[in-house]
């Protein structure tokens, strides 16, 4: 079991920066694929970006490239979203994710634990 807790979000104006933060609680927080996905209103979840267990591979959606950077530090059970140069159509709730099985790491479907998601307000 593991328990996520995501921090980091407010209100920025355009081409600010944010940096979101999840701290994880429980066992194992290497064994896990990390996650991060966001869901505006109105709009299905989709996913953001991911981060292996060792934090050498790393994936993003082709929106977010060359912004957007996920980071582990798995001594302090944290993974990291550090978003720069963000734009209105960032704006949404951002969820971090926990996937056991690293089976197809861009799928909702595929994550076992999720956080109560914290909210990402870009301004134009």
């Known amino acids: 079991q593991v328990q996520l807790v995501e921090s980091g979000g407010g209100l920025v104006q355009a081409g600010g920066s944010l940096r979101l933060s999840c701290a994880a609680s429980g066992r194992a927080f290497s064994s896990y694929v990390m996650g991060w996905f966001r869901q505006a209103p109105g709009k299905e979840r989709e996913f953001v970006a991911a981060?292996?267990?060792?934090?050498?591979?790393?994936y993003s959606r082709d929106s977010v490239k060359g912004r957007f950077t996920i980071s582990r530090d798995n001594a302090k059970n944290t993974v990291y979203l550090q978003m720069n140069s963000l734009k209105p159509e960032d704006t949404a709730v951002y969820y971090c994710a926990a996937d056991a099985t690293a089976v197809v790491v861009t799928s909702v479907a595929a994550y076992d634990f999720w956080g109560q998601g914290t909210q990402v307000t870009v301004s134009s």
């Open positions: 981060i292996m267990r060792s934090g050498s591979i790393t």
